[in-house]
Every structure is written in structure tokens, then in C-alpha cells.
Nanobody, 119 residues
Framework: QVQLVESGGGLVQAGGSLRLSCVAS????????MGWYRQAPGKERELVAT??????????AESVKGRFTISRDKARNTVTVYLQMNSLKPEDTGVYYC??????????WGQGTQVTVSS
């Protein structure tokens, strides 16, 4: 099992910034991919950004390229994944979920954190 604890959501005006954090209770060596997804009301959950554990290679949805940056820190037995969100738009509003996939192919999800961007 992997425990994921998210923080950093909130209400911000369009053009503003937020930084999301997700602490995963697992060594980086057992995590394959880490990332963020979001779900807007009435819509399906969609990928926002991922980062590979072995080489930090990022992957972004087209809608957030150039505005969002995913990164990670690692300690001995935990990994923290960040999502820096700049130039936020109202369409970025949604519940943001942290996701990790371990090297055995199992997926784990955080509880979600609300991001609301007002126009």
C-alpha cells in the first residue's frame, strides 16, 4: 500500500498561481510514475502531468504546457510530488488527484484537493 497526502489547493483569481504537494509513503525505487489528474464537475478525470521515477522525465497535457511544472523530491522512504500551477485559468478548476503507479503496476490515488479559479 501507498499512502498519499495532498495539500495546496484553494481559491485563486485567474492569472494567479498555486502549488500542489503530494507526499507518498514509499521509496522512490518502488515507484514507476507519479502524477496529477483532475476532474471538473460533470467531466471525466483527465491527466494533467506525470513524472517518471527513474529519470524525472515529465509529461504534460497540452492544455497546461508552459503553465504547469511537475517536480519531485525524495527522502529515504517518502517521495513528494509537486505541481506548480501558474497563469491559472477558470477552466483549470476541478478536483486534483495525486496518483502513483508502483513498479508492480498498482495504482494508488490521493483523496483529492479542490482548485477553484475565478474569472
Amino acid at each position: 500500500q501507498v499512502q498519499l497526502v495532498e495539500s495546496g489547493g484553494g481559491l485563486v483569481q485567474a492569472g494567479g498561481s498555486l502549488r500542489l504537494s503530494c507526499v507518498a509513503s514509499r521509496s522512490i525505487f518502488s515507484l514507476n510514475v507519479m502524477g496529477w489528474y483532475r476532474q471538473a464537475p460533470g467531466k471525466e478525470r483527465e491527466l494533467v502531468a506525470t513524472i517518471r521515477g527513474r529519470d524525472d522525465r515529465p509529461n504534460y497535457a497540452e492544455s497546461v504546457k508552459g503553465r504547469f511544472t511537475i517536480s519531485r523530491d525524495k527522502a529515504r522512504n517518502t517521495v513528494t510530488v509537486y505541481l506548480q500551477m501558474n497563469s491559472l485559468k477558470p477552466e483549470d478548476t476541478g478536483v486534483y488527484y495525486c496518483n502513483v503507479r508502483d513498479v508492480w503496476g498498482s495504482d494508488f490515488w490521493g483523496q483529492g484537493t479542490q482548485v477553484t479559479v475565478s474569472s
